[in-house]
Nanobody, 124 residues
Framework: HVQLVESGGGSVQAGGSLRLSCAAS????????MAWFRQLPGKEREAIAA????????YYADAAMGRFTISLDNTENTVSLQMNALKPEDTAIYYC??????????????????WGQGTQVTVS
């Protein structure tokens, strides 16, 4: 049973920083990709960043480029998202996702198998 548990959300003033973490458990095989998405009420889930484990490649949405950094700690089975220079428009629930389906792409939420419960980020 795969479980993803996010932590690190909270409230911060514009220009501040937060670090989100996602602890993965229950894996019996190497996961191919872990990613962060965010979602506003009534909106579709939006891809923010992804880490492909095979080559340690990272990908970022335009909204995250230059401000957010995704990293993976294999020993701790944890993927983190360092968010700097936060803006009010970054306010959302942030979700961790893992394991792309065959042929899937990191920017599409339906292509991921596993999801965390989400953590709220509020920037004022």
């Amino acid at each position: 049973h795969v479980q993803l548990v996010e932590s690190g959300g909270g409230s911060v003033q514009a220009g501040g920083s937060l670090r989100l973490s996602c602890a993965a458990s229950g894996y019996t095989y190497n996961r191919n990709c872990m990613a962060w998405f965010r979602q506003l009420p009534g909106k579709e889930r939006e891809a923010i960043a992804a880490f492909y484990t095979a080559g340690s490649d990272t990908y970022y949405a335009d909204a995250a480029m230059g401000r957010f950094t995704i990293s993976l700690d294999n020993t701790e089975n944890t993927v983190s998202l360092q968010m700097n220079a936060l803006k009010p428009e970054d306010t959302a629930i942030y979700y961790c996702a893992a394991d792309l389906k065959f042929g899937g792409t990191w920017s599409r939420a339906p292509d991921f198998r596993y999801w965390g419960q989400g953590t709220q980020v509020t920037v004022s």
